[in-house]
């Protein structure tokens, strides 16, 4: 498991065009992608179980709880990524709610693509 962040104080600040607005890179692919909302309402658990390929989770809103291999939780909130291999098993928690944008895509690698 690989913890990143998405935030404000990770993104670059763009100007072209006339523009004023900051963009935080996510993840760039060019093999097919799954991209889906996902909605834990309170105490909402995606079981533990083998990521079925590649995966990153990007925490929009709301606090939760996630972990790989190990039964450390790490706590994730809004801004927060987490990546998992294929294969890799992990669970995702949250006490009050959370919702994430999830990626899944064999050719994954956010260290390159998240700033």
Known sequence: MELFKFNKNCGKKITRF???FIMSRIIQTTQVAHI????????GVVGYH??????????VSGEGLVRGEQEDYFK???GDAVFWNKDEWHETRSVEGMMAIVVESEELVPAMSIL
């Open 18 to 20: 006339n523009s004023d």
């Open 36 to 43: 889906s909302c996902m909605h834990l309402e309170k105490d």
């Open 50 to 59: 083998q990521a079925v390929s590649p995966q990153l989770l990007l925490i």
């Open 76 to 78: 994730v909130g809004a």
